[in-house]
């Protein structure tokens, strides 16, 4: 029987322990595939880490909700979203603070010239 269907099965019959169970089969036989995704784009050991959780965190709580019916294919999309997520808050932190520095600039140039 495929990952797919014991999951849904035990999803089914509502059996936690179970669902448990295959999970850590689902995260021992992928995780190291979702780490090798992962760090192709991100580069600090500790936030590919931290990715890598977050990606089998949401697989986690959201397979109940949803019908999944290739559980790598789902952890390889949601492990690329995460990716990108990611990088987009980095450039928009980098972006924010970079213009932050620039006004501190004309600010202090300004009240030097002011005086």
């Given at each position: 029987m495929t990952l797919e269907?014991?999951?849904?099965?035990?999803?089914?019959c509502k059996n936690v322990s179970e669902v448990d169970q295959i999970f850590?089969?689902?995260y021992n036989k992928y995780?190291?595939?979702?780490c090798y995704i992962i760090s192709h784009n991100i580069k600090n050991?500790?936030?590919?880490?931290?990715l890598v959780?977050?990606?089998?965190m949401n697989f986690y709580y959201n397979c109940s909700k949803i019908k999944i019916k290739n559980i790598k294919y789902?952890?390889?999309?949601?492990?690329?979203?995460?990716?990108?997520?990611?990088?987009?808050k980095k450039q928009i932190i980098y972006e924010y603070d970079e213009?932050?520095?620039?006004?501190?600039?004309?600010d202090k140039e300004k009240t030097m010239y002011d005086e």
């Open positions: 269907k014991k999951l849904e099965k035990a999803i089914h850590e089969e689902i995780h190291n595939l979702i050991n500790n936030d590919v880490e931290e959780n977050d990606t089998f789902y952890l390889v999309t949601s492990a690329k979203n995460i990716c990108i997520d990611f990088l987009k213009d932050y520095i620039n006004n501190y600039k004309e």
